[in-house]
């Protein structure tokens, strides 16, 4: 069974600062790699993804991809509170396989 | 920008009735997908369609549930019998190509199912 793990918070950050999202994966063959954002009652929403170790910038999101530690990261840099959010990762596997998702809050 | 629709937003429905949920994919998009959330729990795969049939499906995804493409535009989803246990957030998604890989998957905004 295939298998995404993330803490699912919540993680509480103050306006302004880098919050920090991780997630694990079972698969070691797992090629590509998503974040999305959920608010609450809303459906999944892309942030990004990512397919190569290392990172991918886009605007205040980074995301970072580690396949030899099987890790998958999500920084949010100047967090606001519409950032206030569940953050789902998930593997791709012809389907998406998603993480229980954490649970952001930015307070002002 | 191009979106998958939903219709219902919401559903109610007597337990052993029958229920079609429906969906438009985005048009040039290949493949289609049903997710199900539970309230407070993860999105779960339940099926994958693809040039007319079913490419994949999970355990979720038994004998009461079918899919369907009636026609160049809609995808929909039928449970023949609701259960209590069917009550969830019900999300259709497209893809342009199978594996997501460089487009990703485009959501619909969902169908909340409750059964009663």
């Known amino acids: 069974q295939k298998e995404v793990e993330q803490n699912s918070g919540p993680l509480s950050v103050p306006e302004g600062a880098i919050a920090s999202l991780n997630c694990t994966y079972s698969d070691r063959v797992s090629q590509s790699f998503f974040w999305y954002r959920q608010y609450s009652g809303k459906s999944p929403e892309l942030i990004m993804s990512i397919y190569s170790n290392g990172d991918k910038e886009d605007g205040r999101f980074t995301a970072q991809l580690n396949k030899a530690s099987q890790y998958v990261s999500l920084l949010i840099r100047d967090s606001q509170p519409s950032d206030s959010a569940t953050y789902l990762c998930a593997v791709n596997e012809d389907k998406l396989i998603f993480g229980a998702g954490t649970r952001l809050a930015v307070h002002p | 920008e191009p979106e998958v629709t939903q219709t219902p937003s919401h559903q109610v429905t007597q337990m052993g009735q029958e229920v079609i949920l429906r969906c438009v994919p985005i048009s040039n998009h290949l493949y289609f997908y049903w997710y199900r959330q539970i309230l407070g729990q993860k999105v779960e795969f339940l099926v994958s369609f693809y040039n007319n049939e079913i490419s994949e499906k999970s355990e979720i995804f038994d004998d009461q549930f079918s899919v369907e493409r009636p026609d160049g535009s809609n995808f929909t989803l039928k449970i023949r019998s609701t259960k209590l246990e069917d009550s969830a957030m019900y999300f259709c998604?497209?893809?342009?190509?199978?594996?997501?890989?460089?487009?990703?998957?485009?959501f619909g905004s969902g169908t909340r199912l409750t059964v009663v």
């Open positions: 998604a497209s893809s342009v190509a199978g594996s997501g890989i460089n487009y990703g998957y485009t």
